[in-house]
């Protein structure tokens, strides 16, 4: 029987009736003294064509709804900023030294190309582009985690941070959740596109070449309900041979990752 990522321990505190203002509450409590929240920062950008993007994320303000409930579940030692900018690359990542994460417009921009194509109205557009920001939005708070909670992780720390990212969002965001873990399986698909045209294939880097991240994410997303995504293996998008293991691969990382981050959640 799966565990219930972290709703198991919403429930366990529930059936306390737990007062979280008590002191005797404090064994229930996450392990650290949360000092830290997730601050989100819009920079304005200059280029005109990132208008529509900055404008999109302070509407929906999707990105602070996100920032808000994971204030509330996880304890973090100091404050992370995630901060939306003009980067003057195609590029997300976590800064180390300045606990940082930057999403950069001009990956954003980016998705919304890729998608602009596809979308059938404009509401649909808006949803896709934010679905697509929310995969690499997941992953480098994956990154930002594994450094601030100092989380044991062994193998390669990208592809960990893929399945946490699909991992949050499959467990935790209902629809919108597994169409950003798609979202963000059909982005590598798209990008192992553009790696076919390579000479040679970054084997040597320390991300898994795209269309293995694009498999690995499918991977999860049929895992974690393969009658309802059966689809992907009807459509020929997830060989068979790989679908058939994904429901116990799906469960045995998600277990993991509640082990890892059960330490944290408040
Ligand atoms: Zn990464």
Wanted: hydrophobic share 40%; glycine share 4%; charged share 30%.
């Amino acid at each position: 029987m799966r565990q219930d990522f972290k709703n198991l321990y919403l429930t366990v505190f529930s059936l306390l009736i737990c007062n979280p203002w008590l002191a005797s509450c404090s064994i229930f409590a996450a392990e650290i003294e949360d000092k830290g929240d997730i601050q989100m920062i819009y920079s304005p950008p200059q280029d005109e064509n990132h208008q529509e993007i900055y404008e999109i994320l302070q509407e929906t303000q999707e990105f602070d709804w996100l920032a808000e409930d994971i204030n509330e579940a996880i304890a973090m030692p100091r404050d992370i900023a995630v901060k939306f900018e003009e980067c003057d690359e195609e590029n997300a990542y976590y800064d180390p030294e300045t606990v940082e994460i930057s999403m950069c417009y001009e990956l954003i921009q980016k998705y919304k190309e890729i998608f602009a194509d596809e979308a059938e109205s404009d509401d649909e557009y808006v949803t896709e582009v934010i679905n697509a920001a929310l995969f690499t939005f997941y992953h480098e708070l994956g990154h930002a985690l594994v450094d601030q909670l100092e989380l044991p992780i062994t193998g390669s720390e990208e592809d960990a941070v893929d399945e946490l990212a699909a991992i949050i969002l499959l467990e935790e965001q209902g629809e919108l959740g597994e169409d950003s873990a798609l979202a963000g399986a059909f982005q590598f698909d798209v990008d192992a596109a553009e790696e076919a045209e390579f000479e040679e294939l970054p084997y040597w880097g320390e991300h898994s070449l795209s269309e293995q991240r694009f498999y690995n994410i499918l991977c999860l997303v049929y895992g974690s309900n393969p009658q309802k995504f059966n689809f992907l293996v009807e459509d020929g998008d997830l060989p068979e041979e790989r679908a058939e293991i994904c429901p116990s691969e799906y469960e045995r990382k998600v277990n993991s990752w509640d082990t890892l981050l059960s330490p944290y959640w408040k």
